[in-house]
């Protein structure tokens, strides 16, 4: 078989797979250009076979996303139903054995984000513009914050002296920040949470003390920060592990008078925390409205729902 024939027949099957039927005349020309020819037909071809990409548009985006690809759907209303209600990838359709091209760039796309946000630090702009200092635990970077979660719980002993120094003594109520596993979930929630918690919280009556931030942070750290201030409720704004539905997630963990090394079980957690599921202002009112409930029940996690 010569090498053209060869090439042709090659280029027919990627193409046919692509986009369907394809006329005799563009593989030629395909051909042709992977010689080094002008081929205006192929072009066409290659442009076809990706039609459902739109290079303009932005496939992460919610509107995007709730656009079917399936083909001929039995019941396109009832597809639309189903999509408004879940991020799931639903009604996506395929190519042959395959995901389509968007399904595939979307899945691609949406796994980079998620990877972003567990590497990338929050902008100290951010933090500085909020008023908040910034602490850091015992890991040394990010893969060791990765590898290493019982360092991502500890302070050093001059890092707990600083946060002593700066904060306020003996609070009703300490809230801070903390990085996690998602520094995407901070910066998209914190500037419009915090606020609305603190407010919350000052209208109840309740004592407030000076927010921070703390990097390469677990959720334990806010066991040693309740001992070394002295608080009642201690309420971190953490992000939560990244997944292909957003990265984008905070959630809050609250405990009543927290120690170094007590049960999971002690601490509420609201989480959920971003523009698809609980709005960070609602969210805010709501951990405010919680926080009060566990200060005055002087408990919290599964003792404050068997209470």
């Known amino acids: 078989m010569e090498k053209n024939d060869l090439l042709s027949r090659i280029i027919a099957e990627v193409l046919s797979e692509m986009g369907g039927s394809v006329p005799a005349s563009a593989v030629e020309d ?34 995007c996303k709730a656009v079917p690809t399936l083909d001929e759907p039995a019941d396109m209303d009832a597809l639309l139903r189903m999509k408004s209600k879940t991020p799931a990838r639903i009604g996506v359709g395929r190519a042959g054995g395959r995901m389509k091209t968007k399904t595939l760039l ?106 921070f931030y703390v990097r390469f942070g677990r959720v334990g750290t806010e066991d040693a920060i309740s001992e070394a201030l002295g608080c009642k409720v201690v309420c971190v704004l953490i992000g939560e592990r990244p997944g292909l539905a957003t990265a984008e997630s905070m959630s809050a963990y609250i405990a009543y008078k927290a120690t170094v090394g007590m049960p999971e079980a002690r601490r509420t957690v609201v989480s959920n925390i971003h523009s698809g599921g609980i709005a960070a202002v609602e969210a805010g009112a709501y951990i405010a409205d919680m926080i009060e409930k566990i200060y005055k029940a002087q408990k919290s996690g599964v003792e404050l729902q068997n209470g």
């Open 30 to 63: 395909v051909v042709k250009a992977s010689m080094g020819a002008s081929a205006p037909a192929a072009s066409r071809v290659v442009s076809s076979a990706a039609a459902d990409i739109d290079i303009r548009e932005d496939i992460t985006s919610k509107e």
């Open 106 to 211: 979307t899945l691609r796309a949406d796994h980079a984000a998620a990877r972003d946000a567990v590497f990338m630090d929050v902008d100290p702009a951010l933090l500085e513009k909020m008023g908040l200092f910034t602490v850091q635990t015992m890991c040394t970077d990010k893969n060791q914050f990765l590898t290493r979660p019982d360092l991502g719980r500890r302070f050093s002993d001059e890092t707990i002296r600083e946060i002593q120094s700066k904060c306020v003594k003996n609070p009703d109520v300490q809230i801070y920040a903390s990085d996690g596993l998602s520094s995407t979930a901070i910066k998209a929630n914190l500037e419009n949470i915090l606020p609305a918690i603190m407010d919350g919280l000052k209208r109840k009556g309740l004592s407030v003390g000076t927010p």
